[in-house]
């Protein structure tokens, strides 16, 4: 039988949780509710891009960072706007943006040069970024209007179609200070350049009011990304408390049951000794099906549908857990490393010292997904 190890995808969860987006955006701007570019960034955050397609089918619009993972959308069936939100690298990527209709973010002199030196066979539709404060990608303030006035003359010209203006916020999950200061900025920036406008990140689309604050008369675009796949952008808050649900569930089986003596060490290092006598299972999970090697003695896990913890070392393809909250485990019993069942991802990322978002970009290729 094939190693017992998979990760379950529900595309069912991914349409509730951009439901559950979509209806709090009408409760925050019930007259012109902005339109949704699902993020289907790193393979749809490791869902996979099928998946993610297909529980987004409701949104308006698709964003991502690779171009070959746009073209996969095209050829599954998605008729939609799709948005690169690194944009494009070289002037050859520019005739597949025009075969595919795919929309493209332009965030620096270069990609306006690129655009200028054509040729280009469609227009493009593109977001102009300006660099409110994150300091990633996009113009500065104060060249953003020379920037955009770059852009209009290429619209007159048939390469570029529609055009907007968007930025992005680097603390809106802990500062709302910063967040309306960059918010500012942005108004500051573009003000009275036409086009829609795209800001707002899973943190910002969850905060209450903010999406209605930047309304823009051309329309408004949010770009929700990890919250849709049911996992919270916030250290304080619980994804469930916002009403979504987890779309992937890692699952594995106990391979190995032993007794541990008191004061013996489990795993590479011996980090973890047993402070007593102790029933210790061997998880048919390691870091290179994704599952974080940094994870603590005590990161929360579910055997047998009982909560219990990771100990020792986690080893390439095996962990160890503490059985003794489970006294009737055996080999081939469920465990859930996250997800349905089990502990979030956040909770275990918390345990990691990272974010959700690691880890559900980190599960291996060879891990194999089933979809229900």
């Known amino acids: 039988m094939p190693r017992p190890i998979l990760a379950t995808i529900d595309t069912s969860a991914l349409a509730h949780n951009l439901q559950t987006v979509a209806r709090r955006l009408a409760q925050d701007a019930p007259k012109a509710p902005p339109f949704i570019w699902a993020v289907m960034k790193s393979r749809g955050y490791g869902h996979g891009v099928a998946a993610a397609v297909a529980g987004f089918a409701q949104a308006d619009g698709l964003a991502m960072l690779d171009l070959d993972e746009a073209v996969q959308c095209r050829e599954l069936g998605w008729s939609g706007p799709i948005l690169l939100l690194e944009g494009f690298f070289e002037p050859a990527d520019l005739e597949i943006l025009t075969r595919y209709r795919i929309s493209t973010t332009v965030h620096c002199a270069d990609q306006l040069a690129m655009l200028e030196e054509g040729p280009v066979n469609s227009p493009i539709d593109a977001l102009i970024k300006l660099n409110s404060g994150m300091h990633r990608l996009g113009f500065q303030p104060g060249e953003y209007a020379a920037a955009y006035a770059r852009a209009q003359a290429l619209q007159s010209q ?20 910063v967040t309306q200061g960059q918010l500012d900025c942005f108004l500051a920036a573009t003000r009275g350049l036409p086009g829609p406008v795209s800001v707002c990140n899973s943190a910002a689309t969850l905060t209450e009011g903010l999406a209605a604050g930047v309304a823009a008369p051309n329309g408004q675009w949010v770009r929700p990304g990890i919250c849709l796949y049911g996992a919270s952008p916030f250290a304080d808050r619980p994804a469930d408390t916002f009403d979504l649900r987890p779309a992937m569930t890692l699952t594995a089986r106990l391979i190995g049951t032993h007794t541990v003596p008191a004061g013996e060490a489990v795993g590479y290092g011996q980090i973890f000794r047993a402070p007593q006598s102790m029933r210790v299972g061997i998880v048919a999970c390691g870091y290179a099906d994704g599952y974080p090697r940094h ?15 990771l100990v020792g070392r986690v080893s390439m393809d095996m962990l160890a857990v503490d059985l003794d909250p489970v006294p009737g485990a055996s080999v081939g019993d469920p465990v859930v490393l996250w997800g349905h069942g089990g502990p979030s991802v956040d909770e275990v990322a918390l345990s990691c010292g990272t974010i959700g978002y690691e880890l559900l970009c980190a599960v291996a290729p060879r891990v194999p997904r089933a979809e229900l």
């Open 295 to 309: 994870a603590a003695t005590g990161t929360p896990i579910t055997v047998a549908g009982v909560r219990t913890r």
């Open 158 to 177: 048939g390469v570029l179609g529609a055009l907007g203006k968007m930025t992005h916020f680097a603390r809106a999950d802990d500062d709302p200070a």
